[in-house]
């Protein structure tokens, strides 16, 4: 059974995200969604409410999973016994950050390989702190989140 772990802040979760994670789902047997508490990034929403979001977003996908974790990456994927860790790259920029992170991982444990999945262009342009942004600033973020996530964010920001 391959298992992989697609971790993140989700703050919130949005279509480029889920995306993603269907189009894995395809590929692998299990998905877990590791949601980062990632304090440091003050996120907007509480890991509770990340994890919600991500929840009813993904409720659809019988083969995934999710969790949240505050401590290191690879212990988090070794913990979930994954054969992989899944990221996403929008964009050649992404890249470079991307791969210092997955050599570093794979320097703190070699058995924890990357792999790399891209958007459908359509998705290509959207991050969550755009669609903070967005939302922070009264502008419509339908198109780029589920309409549950969308609800949430004006609730956060009106």
Known sequence: ???IVYPGTFDPIT???IDLIERA???FDKIIIGIASSQKKKPLFD???RISL???SLSHLPNVEIKGFDYLLVNFVQDCNADAVM???RAVSDFEYEFQLANM???LSPDVESIFLTPAEK???ISSSLVREISSLQGDVTKFVPPHVAHALLLKFH
């Open 1 to 3: 059974m391959k298992t």
């Open 15 to 17: 279509n480029g995200h």
């Open 25 to 27: 789902a395809k590929l």
């Open 47 to 49: 890991i509770n409410e």
């Open 54 to 56: 991500a929840a009813e």
């Open 87 to 89: 990221r996403g790259l």
């Open 105 to 107: 991982n794979r320097a």
């Open 123 to 125: 998705f290509s342009h």
